[in-house]
Protein backbone atom coordinates (compact mmCIF):
# COMPACT_ATOMS: atom_id res chain seq x y z
CA UNK A 1 0.00 0.00 0.00
CA UNK A 2 1.18 3.48 -0.19
CA UNK A 3 3.55 4.90 2.29
CA UNK A 4 4.27 8.38 3.41
CA UNK A 5 4.51 10.74 0.96
CA UNK A 6 6.81 14.10 1.46
CA UNK A 7 6.79 17.04 -1.63
CA UNK A 8 8.88 18.24 -2.23
CA UNK A 9 11.79 16.11 -2.45
CA UNK A 10 14.14 19.01 -2.53
CA UNK A 11 13.93 22.75 -2.08
CA UNK A 12 16.40 25.58 -2.26
CA UNK A 13 15.74 28.93 -1.33
CA UNK A 14 17.09 31.93 -0.23
CA UNK A 15 18.12 33.36 2.90
CA UNK A 16 15.14 35.18 4.48
CA UNK A 17 11.96 33.48 2.01
CA UNK A 18 9.32 31.45 3.36
CA UNK A 19 8.82 27.34 2.83
CA UNK A 20 5.91 24.96 3.38
CA UNK A 21 6.81 21.65 3.39
CA UNK A 22 4.50 18.80 2.66
CA UNK A 23 3.38 15.41 4.45
CA UNK A 24 0.69 12.85 3.53
CA UNK A 25 0.58 10.02 6.15
CA UNK A 26 -0.52 6.99 5.81
CA UNK A 27 -4.23 6.21 5.62
CA UNK A 28 -5.74 5.59 8.89
CA UNK A 29 -2.58 6.36 11.25
CA UNK A 30 -4.04 9.09 13.69
CA UNK A 31 -0.44 9.94 14.68
CA UNK A 32 2.02 12.35 12.66
CA UNK A 33 5.46 13.14 13.69
CA UNK A 34 7.69 16.00 11.75
CA UNK A 35 11.55 15.74 12.22
CA UNK A 36 14.58 17.78 11.40
CA UNK A 37 17.81 15.70 10.41
CA UNK A 38 21.19 17.59 9.79
CA UNK A 39 23.68 16.65 7.73
CA UNK A 40 25.49 13.32 9.40
CA UNK A 41 23.31 13.95 12.72
CA UNK A 42 20.88 11.71 14.35
CA UNK A 43 17.40 13.27 14.35
CA UNK A 44 15.90 16.06 16.20
CA UNK A 45 11.78 16.11 17.07
CA UNK A 46 9.54 19.16 16.10
CA UNK A 47 6.60 18.16 16.54
CA UNK A 48 3.66 15.87 16.69
CA UNK A 49 -0.19 15.67 16.08
CA UNK A 50 -2.28 12.71 17.41
CA UNK A 51 -6.23 13.32 16.21
CA UNK A 52 -7.78 16.09 17.42
CA UNK A 53 -5.78 16.65 20.44
CA UNK A 54 -3.66 20.21 20.53
CA UNK A 55 -0.13 19.37 18.80
CA UNK A 56 3.18 18.18 20.86
CA UNK A 57 5.17 21.51 19.63
CA UNK A 58 7.96 21.38 22.27
CA UNK A 59 10.86 20.35 19.78
CA UNK A 60 10.02 23.06 17.84
CA UNK A 61 13.47 25.56 17.33
CA UNK A 62 11.74 28.81 17.26
CA UNK A 63 8.88 31.07 16.61
CA UNK A 64 10.19 30.83 12.74
CA UNK A 65 8.65 27.13 12.61
CA UNK A 66 5.18 26.49 12.80
CA UNK A 67 3.10 23.32 11.16
CA UNK A 68 -1.05 22.27 10.55
CA UNK A 69 -2.73 19.32 10.11
CA UNK A 70 -5.65 19.47 8.05
CA UNK A 71 -8.87 17.15 8.79
CA UNK A 72 -6.66 14.97 10.59
CA UNK A 73 -4.78 14.02 7.54
CA UNK A 74 -2.10 16.07 5.17
CA UNK A 75 0.25 18.22 7.35
CA UNK A 76 2.00 20.82 6.55
CA UNK A 77 6.04 22.07 8.35
CA UNK A 78 6.26 25.69 7.61
CA UNK A 79 9.91 27.89 7.80
CA UNK A 80 9.35 31.71 8.01
CA UNK A 81 12.15 33.97 6.77
CA UNK A 82 14.64 31.16 6.38
CA UNK A 83 18.41 30.69 7.49
CA UNK A 84 20.94 28.98 6.76
CA UNK A 85 21.25 26.92 9.59
CA UNK A 86 17.30 25.65 8.56
CA UNK A 87 19.11 23.53 6.19
CA UNK A 88 18.51 19.93 6.45
CA UNK A 89 16.35 17.06 5.65
CA UNK A 90 12.88 17.06 7.42
CA UNK A 91 11.49 13.94 7.86
CA UNK A 92 7.88 12.80 8.69
CA UNK A 93 6.45 10.00 9.43
CA UNK A 94 3.07 8.50 11.15
CA UNK A 95 1.97 5.62 12.86
CA UNK A 96 -0.69 3.94 14.53
CA UNK A 97 -1.55 5.41 18.29
CA UNK A 98 -0.21 3.51 20.90
CA UNK A 99 4.20 3.93 21.84
CA UNK A 100 4.45 0.24 20.52
CA UNK A 101 3.68 1.09 17.45
CA UNK A 102 6.20 1.83 15.13
CA UNK A 103 6.82 4.78 12.94
CA UNK A 104 6.20 4.69 9.21
CA UNK A 105 8.48 7.99 7.47
CA UNK A 106 8.71 9.18 4.22
CA UNK A 107 11.82 9.89 2.53
CA UNK A 108 12.25 13.62 3.28
CA UNK A 109 12.30 17.01 2.07
CA UNK A 110 15.90 18.62 1.62
CA UNK A 111 16.16 21.83 2.05
CA UNK A 112 18.94 24.06 0.89
CA UNK A 113 19.39 27.68 2.26
CA UNK A 114 21.79 29.92 0.17
CA UNK B 1 12.77 11.34 30.75
CA UNK B 2 14.36 9.12 28.75
CA UNK B 3 17.35 8.90 26.59
CA UNK B 4 19.22 6.81 23.95
CA UNK B 5 23.05 6.38 23.63
CA UNK B 6 24.67 4.80 20.48
CA UNK B 7 28.08 4.41 21.93
CA UNK B 8 29.83 3.70 18.04
CA UNK B 9 29.38 6.82 15.51
CA UNK B 10 30.58 4.70 12.83
CA UNK B 11 31.45 1.09 12.48
CA UNK B 12 33.30 -0.36 9.49
CA UNK B 13 33.30 -4.33 8.66
CA UNK B 14 34.39 -6.64 6.00
CA UNK B 15 31.78 -8.45 3.94
CA UNK B 16 30.48 -11.87 5.63
CA UNK B 17 31.91 -10.68 9.08
CA UNK B 18 29.70 -10.29 12.23
CA UNK B 19 28.66 -7.23 13.45
CA UNK B 20 27.24 -5.63 16.63
CA UNK B 21 25.67 -2.03 16.85
CA UNK B 22 25.53 -0.74 20.49
CA UNK B 23 22.56 0.86 22.05
CA UNK B 24 21.92 1.78 25.55
CA UNK B 25 18.96 3.61 27.12
CA UNK B 26 17.71 4.98 30.37
CA UNK B 27 13.88 6.03 31.09
CA UNK B 28 11.93 5.86 34.56
CA UNK B 29 9.58 3.58 33.04
CA UNK B 30 8.87 0.71 31.07
CA UNK B 31 10.06 1.14 27.86
CA UNK B 32 9.35 -0.72 23.81
CA UNK B 33 12.79 -0.59 21.80
CA UNK B 34 13.15 -0.26 17.81
CA UNK B 35 16.01 -0.33 15.67
CA UNK B 36 15.71 1.40 12.07
CA UNK B 37 17.75 1.52 9.54
CA UNK B 38 17.85 4.52 7.00
CA UNK B 39 19.77 3.86 3.48
CA UNK B 40 20.99 6.90 1.43
CA UNK B 41 18.38 9.82 0.83
CA UNK B 42 15.99 7.56 2.02
CA UNK B 43 13.31 7.59 5.12
CA UNK B 44 13.99 5.15 8.06
CA UNK B 45 12.55 1.71 7.98
CA UNK B 46 11.69 -0.27 10.55
CA UNK B 47 14.27 -3.32 11.29
CA UNK B 48 13.02 -4.97 14.26
CA UNK B 49 11.12 -4.12 17.54
CA UNK B 50 11.00 -5.43 21.45
CA UNK B 51 7.51 -4.96 23.05
CA UNK B 52 7.71 -8.08 25.84
CA UNK B 53 8.41 -11.60 25.81
CA UNK B 54 11.48 -13.33 24.37
CA UNK B 55 14.29 -10.90 24.79
CA UNK B 56 16.04 -12.12 21.84
CA UNK B 57 14.05 -10.46 18.71
CA UNK B 58 14.76 -11.30 15.33
CA UNK B 59 14.05 -8.62 12.19
CA UNK B 60 14.52 -8.09 8.57
CA UNK B 61 17.44 -8.93 6.45
CA UNK B 62 18.81 -11.32 9.36
CA UNK B 63 19.57 -8.88 11.98
CA UNK B 64 18.40 -9.62 15.35
CA UNK B 65 18.69 -7.46 19.14
CA UNK B 66 18.70 -8.67 22.47
CA UNK B 67 17.32 -6.48 25.52
CA UNK B 68 19.01 -7.11 28.48
CA UNK B 69 17.13 -5.14 31.12
CA UNK B 70 20.08 -5.04 33.89
CA UNK B 71 22.31 -3.33 31.65
CA UNK B 72 19.58 -1.53 29.49
CA UNK B 73 21.20 -2.38 26.39
CA UNK B 74 19.33 -3.57 22.92
CA UNK B 75 22.61 -4.38 21.13
CA UNK B 76 21.87 -5.07 17.85
CA UNK B 77 23.46 -7.96 16.10
CA UNK B 78 24.14 -10.10 12.30
CA UNK B 79 26.55 -13.14 11.68
CA UNK B 80 27.34 -12.13 8.69
CA UNK B 81 27.03 -8.72 7.05
CA UNK B 82 26.59 -7.89 3.26
CA UNK B 83 27.58 -4.51 1.17
CA UNK B 84 24.14 -3.81 0.72
CA UNK B 85 23.65 -3.34 4.48
CA UNK B 86 25.88 -0.27 4.03
CA UNK B 87 23.82 2.37 5.93
CA UNK B 88 22.73 4.59 8.84
CA UNK B 89 20.97 2.44 12.12
CA UNK B 90 19.04 4.57 14.28
CA UNK B 91 17.96 2.97 18.26
CA UNK B 92 15.05 4.37 19.30
CA UNK B 93 12.75 4.30 22.50
CA UNK B 94 9.44 4.66 23.45
CA UNK B 95 7.57 5.22 26.56
CA UNK B 96 4.26 7.33 27.26
CA UNK B 97 5.69 10.79 28.34
CA UNK B 98 3.01 13.53 29.68
CA UNK B 99 -0.13 11.95 27.48
CA UNK B 100 1.88 11.36 24.23
CA UNK B 101 3.97 9.38 22.34
CA UNK B 102 7.18 10.73 21.34
CA UNK B 103 9.86 8.03 20.46
CA UNK B 104 13.78 9.27 21.07
CA UNK B 105 16.32 8.29 18.89
CA UNK B 106 19.85 7.90 19.27
CA UNK B 107 22.34 9.51 17.10
CA UNK B 108 22.95 6.71 15.07
CA UNK B 109 25.65 4.35 13.89
CA UNK B 110 27.12 4.65 10.25
CA UNK B 111 28.20 0.40 9.09
CA UNK B 112 30.52 0.61 6.50
CA UNK B 113 30.42 -2.69 4.92
CA UNK B 114 33.92 -3.23 2.66
CA UNK B 115 34.20 -6.40 0.04
Known amino acids: GAGVSQSPSNKVTEKGKDVELRCDPI?????LYWYRQRLGQGLEFLIY????????KSGLPSDRFSAERTGGSVSTLTIQRTQQEDSAVYLCASSLISNHQPQHFGDGTRLSIL | AQSVTQLDSQVPVFEEAPVELRCNYS??????LFWYVQYPNQGLQLLLK??????LVKGINGFEAEFNKSQTSFHLRKPSVHISDTAEYFC?????????????FGRGTSLIVHP
Open chain 2, 50 to 55: YLSGST
Open chain 1, 27 to 31: SGHTA
Open chain 2, 92 to 104: AVSGKSGGSYIPT
Open chain 1, 49 to 56: FQGNSAPD
Open chain 2, 27 to 32: SSVSVY
